[in-house]
């Protein structure tokens, strides 16, 4: 599910980052690419295929887990046909502003994992095309290697991040997500600085299905005291003191 853990633990905080639709924006329409010509592929009608992806990826938080689940089909034949497939070259391009952000974190404070629910040869590329691979420490993925494969918002999937990156204190784990239901599954395991990533007013897809971005959010910190921006650059200040100061 993951890189190999470190060999030894600290005192650091863990900035966990969520990849797609976070690290990059919504407005790429890279979500919309994802996952319905799969449903379509195994001969539903387009209207069932379309309502089968919404609801798997209601119930799962990630749409292939329903069809792991309940159509056993290949997980990596899955991804190969999917997320593979997507042209990201063409989509995304390196990003400056994102790589001196995550430079600029105190890593004598904090480390930086990624945490996504792609494989690990989707997380890569992203981070590849984006630049910013040598800023990240280490990747925890869903590992479509296995059919009982955890994902976010599974308490499990939460449990293993911090066990291969070898850290202990969920108190000290600082996540940012584009999905409210994620961070707040997290928060409620005890992961003490959440903040959830949302570009107000943008149309992404969700589980197949378009959706108006923050329609179900109210601004400012939600109900959970949770932070909600819209730029990541916004964490220089609501993770003030992970940051270097000069």
Same mark, same amino acid.
């Given at each position: &599910?993951?890189?190999?853990?470190?060999?030894?633990?600290?005192?650091?905080? &863990?900035?966990?980052? %969520?990849? *797609?639709?976070?690290?990059?924006?919504?407005?790429?329409?890279?979500? #919309?690419? &994802? =996952?319905?010509?799969? !449903?379509?592929?195994?001969?539903?009608?387009?209207?069932? #295929?379309?309502?089968?992806?919404?609801?798997?990826?209601?119930?799962?938080?990630?749409?292939? $887990?329903?069809?792991? $689940?309940?159509?056993?089909?290949?997980?990596?034949? !899955?991804?190969?046909?999917? *997320? =593979?497939?997507?042209?990201?070259?063409?989509?995304?391009?390196? %990003?400056?502003?994102?790589?001196?952000?995550?430079? *600029?974190? %105190?890593?004598?404070? #904090?480390?930086?994992?990624?945490?996504?629910?792609?494989?690990?040869?989707?997380?890569? $590329?992203?981070? $590849?095309?984006?630049?910013?691979?040598?800023q990240v420490e280490g990747v925890v993925f869903c590992d479509y290697s296995n059919p009982q494969f955890a994902c976010k918002p599974e308490p499990e999937y939460f449990h293993n991040a911090m066990q291969k990156a070898n850290f202990q204190d969920p108190s000290k784990c600082c996540f940012?997500?584009?999905?409210?239901?994620?961070?707040?599954?997290?928060?409620?395991?005890?992961? =003490?600085?959440?903040?959830?990533?949302?570009?107000?007013?943008?149309?992404?897809?969700?589980?197949?299905?378009?959706?108006?971005? =923050?329609?179900?959010?109210?601004?400012?910190? %939600?109900?959970?005291?949770?932070?909600?921006?819209?730029?990541?650059?916004?964490?220089?200040?609501?993770?003030? *003191?992970?940051?270097?100061?000069?």
């Open positions: &599910m993951s890189t190999q853990p470190t060999s030894t633990q600290d005192d650091r905080y &863990m900035i966990w980052l %969520d990849i *797609d639709n976070t690290l990059y924006s919504a407005s790429t329409q890279i979500s #919309a690419a &994802m =996952g319905e010509p799969y !449903f379509l592929s195994l001969g539903f009608p387009e209207e069932e #295929a379309s309502e089968l992806h919404h609801k798997y990826y209601t119930q799962y938080g990630l749409a292939l $887990r329903g069809l792991v $689940r309940h159509h056993h089909i290949d997980a990596l034949d !899955f991804d190969r046909k999917c *997320d =593979g497939s997507l042209p990201l070259e063409q989509i995304l391009k390196p %990003d400056a502003k994102l790589h001196k952000l995550l430079e *600029d974190i %105190d890593r004598s404070k #904090a480390r930086v994992w990624a945490l996504t629910n792609a494989y690990q040869t989707h997380a890569r $590329r992203v981070l $590849r095309i984006l630049g910013i691979e040598d940012v997500d584009d999905s409210k239901t994620n961070i707040v599954a997290a928060k409620q395991l005890g992961w =003490g600085r959440c903040v959830h990533f949302c570009e107000r007013g943008l149309v992404a897809v969700e589980g197949g299905k378009p959706k108006e971005i =923050g329609q179900d959010t109210a601004s400012g910190p %939600d109900e959970e005291s949770i932070a909600v921006i819209s730029d990541l650059e916004e964490l220089r200040a609501i993770w003030s *003191d992970l940051f270097r100061t000069s």
